[in-house]
């Protein structure tokens, strides 16, 4: 059971109800990764990643930059580096045509049934709006082509009318007159609008989305993140949002997964990792976003040291070489305490909370 | 939009005054008087000053330039020195054979570096993509003329499938008209087309990074598609340049080949006028050869526009 957050930073257009009551059956799964490793040679990039979004849940995923969150999306799309070898499960199910469900195995599925289910039953929305867009087509006719692809519309026509609705809905000022329009002939904060509008096109079951507000002005960021979330609350659509930005997570989300190092160090309801955070990597996260929060001999707080190249992070806890409270303990990879891979941690020296709120 | 256009129809009017200033004041400035070269050394003064009289030679060179450049704008180049027949029908004739010779090469180098260039991109980890390029490597480093004497010992003089030299008209007869064309054709289109294969490999590679190719995979179209679909017209900026210079090149390079495999074109028409001395007949073939690359650089400009919409903005 979540709570908003009392400090909304953003207007979201409202939470959704919370939902509990345990006579519906739980929502279906709409992305389900399990044991999700990617090596690059011999670098392990990601290591053992569950994440489970499910219908109309909105899930967040942050970390520093190289935490391995934007590999974990592209994995759950099928669109991983050719030379990148993922390992363990990422099922994906969506409405199919007809509105039947359709499953996808990512990791086993040939390049066609991949085809079939990006753009359709799961969508992106990448983190540079300036370059997202194919700069020699008109932007209506890049929102109308992923219907097209699909064949969600009955014809061009009814392809080129409803992109611009949806251009229309995404609130372009004049509509018919920005479908004609080519991407540099638009601010960024309208590009990842018409990004936005293209994404939700075929009424996607996911919605991924890869820091897309972090390339916009701040006065922008706020609109943007309310047509995104407004957008998967009308299609009952899962959210899984990508960001470095907690105070967007604490506005956006009702779960949050923390990677650091390819590996989910903590995972649980927003409030309770933002207001208790166990694992040491969170509370440093977390410390350094606090700008209210200042060290007794001055200056914000940090985590000491920088994020290690791909594939150099120490054996055992990956956050160890940057962790004050780091034992020989450390050394071997702490084991997942916690109810299940949707609420709990690996760290071997967590913070504990009675003694004060932090330590 | 069409304020680029005339911009750059400005720029095309303004090469071309430069350019057949620079033309004429090369010849003038060449040692030696014209109609003395035309009479060769053995003239009599009394020879000479009539020829010089009847070309106008007497003329100051301003006014002798305007009488030129207006006979050209209205597509007449005058009168031979030496032979004293019209240049106007020879060029015709000569450029006419040239530039099928240019396209029919031209032609067969597009057709080569389109596809290969994309499959070497697309496959640039793969060994099917090395051999390609290892083989396109061996035709830039051939040159045209040797390409030519090549196709001709094995497919002329070995292998007598197909005439060693010559040209028919193809409204006398196209099947050997066909026949004659594909050599030489060949021996320009199979080196341009090479060199043009690893620019069209590198514009595509370029366009493989693209953040937009991500965004139509991410769409639901299979890599193929995504790129056809838009990654192809964004790798056509740097392509279209280099086919613009590569005309350039084939329209100035045909010479060498016309030579080899005896074709009356343009090349040969300037070589001939070069050893015969007839100097106006050089400054106007000169001065047609200018012209097609200044057309050539314009077509260029225009399909810039008509390819990137970016391009069609003036104020930036």
Same mark, same amino acid.
């Given at each position: 059971?979540?709570? =908003? ?31 999700? $490793?990617? !090596? ?34 592209? $994995? ?12 363990? +499960? ?69 392809? =080129? ?36 509008? &293209? ?6 079951? %996911? ?83 606090? %700008? ?68 | ?28 400035? %060449?040692? @030696? ?36 450049? @207006? ?34 090469? &031209? !032609?067969? $180098?597009? =057709? ?19 051999? /390609?390029?290892?083989? +396109? ?27 060693? +030299? ?11 008209? /066909? ?23 590198? #514009? ?13 995979? #991410?769409?639901? %179209?299979?890599? &193929? ?9 964004? =790798?056509?900026?740097?392509?279209? !340049? ?11 390079? #045909? ?14 028409? /300037? ?20 012209? $097609? ?9 225009? /399909? ?13």
């Amino acid at each position: 059971m979540t709570a =908003a957050p009392e400090h909304t930073a953003y207007p979201v257009g409202g939470m959704p109800p919370t939902r509990t009551p345990a006579d519906t059956p739980p929502p279906a799964d709409v992305a389900r990764v399990r044991d999700l $490793a990617v !090596t690059v040679g011999h670098k392990p990039l990601l290591i053992d990643v569950d994440l489970t979004v499910r219908r109309g849940e909105r899930v967040g995923l942050i970390g520093e930059s190289g935490s391995g969150k934007s590999l974990t999306a592209l $994995a759950i799309m099928g669109l991983l580096p050719e030379d990148l070898a993922p390992t363990g +499960s990422v099922v994906v199910t969506g409405q199919g045509p007809g509105g039947i469900a359709r499953t996808t195995s990512v990791l086993e599925a040939g390049e066609h049934g991949l085809a079939a289910m990006r753009g359709r039953d799961v969508a992106m929305v990448f983190q540079e709006p300036m370059t997202a867009l194919n700069p020699t087509m008109r932007v209506g006719a890049q929102v109308a082509e992923v219907m097209t692809i699909h064949r969600t519309v009955a014809d061009r026509g009814a392809a =080129a009318r409803r992109a611009v609705e949806l251009l229309d809905k995404v609130g372009l000022p004049d509509a018919a007159e920005a479908a004609r329009a080519y991407p540099h002939q638009l601010s960024g904060g309208q590009r990842q609008r018409v990004v936005v509008a &293209m994404a939700l096109a075929n009424d996607p079951a %996911l919605l991924i989305c890869d820091e897309p507000t972090t390339a916009l002005d701040v006065t922008v960021q706020a609109l943007v993140l309310d047509l995104i979330v407004r957008g998967v609350e009308a299609r009952d659509a899962g959210l899984l949002f990508i960001t470095h930005d907690l105070a967007v997570v604490a506005s956006v989300c009702e779960r949050v997964l923390v990677m650091y190092g390819g590996r989910v160090v903590e995972a649980g309801p927003v409030l309770d990792v933002f207001t208790r955070p166990r694992h040491r990597y969170t509370r440093g996260l977390i410390g350094a976003s606090d %700008l209210d929060l200042s060290r007794p001999e001055g200056g914000l707080y940090t985590i000491q040291g920088s994020v290690p190249a791909a594939g150099r992070f120490p054996a055992g806890c990956v956050f160890r070489n940057r962790c004050t409270h780091a034992t020989v303990e450390c050394e071997a990879v702490p084991p997942w305490v916690g109810s299940g891979p949707e609420e709990g941690f690996a760290c071997a020296h967590p913070v504990v909370h009675h003694e004060g709120g932090g330590s | 939009m069409l304020l680029r256009i005339a911009e750059r129809t400005a720029v095309l009017l303004v090469s071309l005054g430069v350019s057949s200033a620079l033309v004429f004041g090369f010849m003038v400035l %060449l040692p @030696g008087d014209p109609a003395r070269v035309a009479l060769g050394v053995n003239a009599t003064e009394a020879d000479v000053s009539r020829l010089r009289l009847e070309f106008g030679l007497e003329r100051p060179l301003v006014e002798q330039y305007l009488s030129w450049v @207006g006979g050209l704008v209205h597509l007449d180049p005058g009168i031979s020195y030496v032979s004293r027949a019209q240049i106007g029908p020879q060029i015709a004739d000569r450029l006419q054979v040239s530039l099928i010779l240019v396209a029919a090469s &031209m !032609t067969i $180098a597009v =057709a080569l570096a389109l596809p290969f260039g994309t499959l070497m991109a697309v496959h640039h980890r793969k060994a099917s993509g090395l051999v /390609l390029s290892a083989l +396109s490597q061996v035709g830039v480093a051939v040159p045209a003329f040797l390409a030519g004497i090549l196709l001709i010992t094995v497919f002329a003089v070995q292998l007598r499938w197909l005439p060693a +030299s010559g040209w028919t008209p193809p409204a006398y007869d196209p099947g050997m008209f /066909l026949q004659q064309l594909l050599l030489p054709a060949l021996s320009l289109g199979l080196v341009q087309g090479a060199v043009l294969t690893r620019y069209v490999r590198s #514009a595509v590679l370029d366009v493989l990074r693209e953040d937009f190719l991500r965004t139509a995979r #991410a769409k639901g %179209l299979t890599p &193929m598609r995504a790129l056809v679909r838009h990654g192809l017209r964004n =790798a056509a900026v740097p392509v279209v !340049t280099v086919l613009g210079l590569q005309l350039a090149t084939l329209l100035v390079g #045909a010479v060498v080949i016309e030579r080899v495999f005896v074709i009356p074109g343009l090349g040969s028409l /300037l070589l001939d006028a070069v050893g015969n001395r007839d100097l106006i007949v050089v400054q106007d073939v000169v001065m047609v050869l200018v012209v $097609a690359v200044l057309i050539v650089n314009f077509v260029v400009d225009l /399909l810039y526009l008509a390819i990137d919409p970016r391009l069609r903005t003036v104020a930036r």
